[in-house]
């Protein structure tokens, strides 16, 4: 075993987006497990937008973590030692444990998974906290009656292309939109979407008029900003709209440049009657059995499709995180470690 536990800590706060310079390599010693504790290795990070707004000066309303801290986050590990009963050396875990090589818990917040049952890389995507907030976001949020044109931002990333593609199993008709050719193709003819909207297209107004030619009855926002600007027209009445995401915003707290919507949104709620919902996922964990029955179902039978991209080496962790924000990856993004 390694003598030194390599971590990656929050160096200074962003202004905008994150910078390598925001992060900082530290080297610590591997804690010692005492009893009822595990010690663990983690073999897989997670690599997820949200971890911007955990490192402040971001569009949230949730307290960032310290200077120093090692970012948060999900991992998939092996246990090395153990001195809980509940598990042995070997066996495989998902932990909240950040990123770092090792961690240390008294396995209340360890999960067991199995390997032999799926690749241990889904327990971080579609069977993991991501497939988990794109369910929950359209089973409990969203009237499940099917029908009607469902629209999905961020359509190509690991949560909207699991909730785009729930959308459809529901009887949905599904428009996805991402960035670039190749994730439209992608959206379209992998994973099956009516339509895909291409927004970094010179013609994607007019794109969007010819996908959304009954408006918008339903909507998976992930985005913000911009783009949710350019939806507004098409809400119909009664349209349903939750909020997983606002990933355009997350590094600009304040007000925007331009003109202000705000009035024209306002409006549009109260003479449309349209109903509008924020949810965190820490909140409904307590759904994560309900979910892996349904999800684990749909996979294994092909009718969800899901694409991961990994990153190697412990080091790339911060490039791969800041690849998030320029739209240059597809599906969930996970470091693997050596």
Not at 31 to 49: A, C, H, M, Q, T
Not at 161 to 167: D, E, L, M, N, Y
Not at 213 to 232: K, S
Request: net charge negative; proline share 7%; aromatic share 10%.
């Amino acid at each position: 075993m390694k003598a030194l536990n390599r971590q990656i800590v929050l160096a200074a706060r962003p202004n905008g987006h994150a910078r390598p310079s925001d992060f900082e390599f530290v080297e610590r010693p591997i804690p010692v497990p005492g009893d009822g504790e595990v010690l663990f290795r983690n073999l897989l990070i997670s690599v997820d937008p949200y971890q911007r707004n955990l490192m402040g000066n971001a569009s949230t309303e949730l307290p960032p973590i310290d200077i120093g801290q090692t970012m948060p986050g999900p991992t998939v590990a092996v246990v090395e030692r153990s001195g809980n009963p509940e598990f042995a050396v070997g066996d495989h875990v998902v932990s909240w444990s950040g990123w770092r090589e090792y961690g240390l818990s008294d396995g209340s917040d360890l999960m067991k998974v199995d390997p032999e049952a799926a690749p241990l890389s889904t327990a971080l995507g579609v069977l993991g906290h991501t497939g988990l907030t794109a369910w929950i976001g359209t089973t409990r949020f969203l009237d499940p009656k099917p029908g009607g044109t469902f629209v999905v931002t961020a359509a190509a990333g690991s949560v909207g292309s699991v909730a785009a593609q729930i959308a459809k199993l529901r009887g949905h008709r599904v428009v996805g939109i991402a960035g670039g050719p190749e994730k439209v193709r992608y959206l379209k003819e992998e994973l099956g979407l009516d339509e895909a909207v291409d927004y970094k297209a010179p013609d994607f107004a007019e794109q969007l008029a010819r996908a959304l030619p009954d408006g918008i009855d339903t909507l998976f926002e992930n985005v913000g900003g911009r783009l949710f600007e350019a939806l507004m027209p098409y809400f119909n009445m009664k349209a349903q709209i939750v909020i997983c995401g606002t990933i355009a915003q997350y590094a600009f707290p304040g007000a925007s440049d331009g003109p202000n919507r705000l009035p024209e949104l306002l409006k549009a709620f109260l003479y449309r009657f349209i109903v509008i919902r924020g949810f965190s996922l820490t909140d409904h964990f307590d759904a994560y059995p309900e979910f892996a029955v349904e999800m684990r179902s749909w996979v294994s039978q092909d009718r969800i499709r899901y694409r991961e991209e990994f990153v190697d080496g412990f080091e790339n962790i911060p490039g791969a995180f800041l690849r998030l924000f320029d739209g240059s990856n597809t599906g969930k993004l996970i470091a693997r470690l050596g």
